[in-house]
């Protein structure tokens, strides 16, 4: 087995600053929005997906494809806003197998109310805090990274 091609202390440095800067971000974004409108960041993120699909409405896999979490997760946080009333549960009309998620109109008005606060600490937190050259530069790299990593980057990117 060969040495593996260990990382300069630059390298070290992005990496670690990489981690602990996201880490803390998605921690301070989560706290905001619990604390506003008593949704975590990870909800947040469903029902942005699901209000910007058309008709609302995405198969549990595609939503699971777009989140930034597992598959047993998501269908842990879609059960949790089943409950809350702000989705709903669908059998596919294509494959009975499959099963749909939809927002419903509290789902729409729960997005619409906590969205402007969220994208408010987004760019207080992040994207003011970056050159728009390295805005660019971020959207670029990090795009070739999920692709690296075999996942779609974001459009624009």
Known sequence: MSEPKWLTA????????????????????DSELQER????LAQYEILAHLSET???????????????????RLTHLVDGLV???????????????GTNAAITKAGLRK???AAPAHVEGVRRHFIDALRPATQRAMAKDLGEVLVRLGRQPWEGA
């Open 10 to 29: 630059d390298q070290q440095i992005v990496w670690r600053a990489f981690l602990r800067s996201g880490s803390a971000l998605m921690a301070r974004l």
């Open 37 to 40: 409108h008593g949704l975590s």
């Open 54 to 72: 058309p008709g609302g409405t995405l198969r549990m896999n595609e939503l699971a494809d777009q989140a930034t979490f597992s598959r047993s």
């Open 83 to 97: 409950r809350a009333k702000l989705v709903t549960r669908r059998k596919c009309d294509q494959d009975r197998r």
């Open 111 to 113: 997005i619409a109310e």
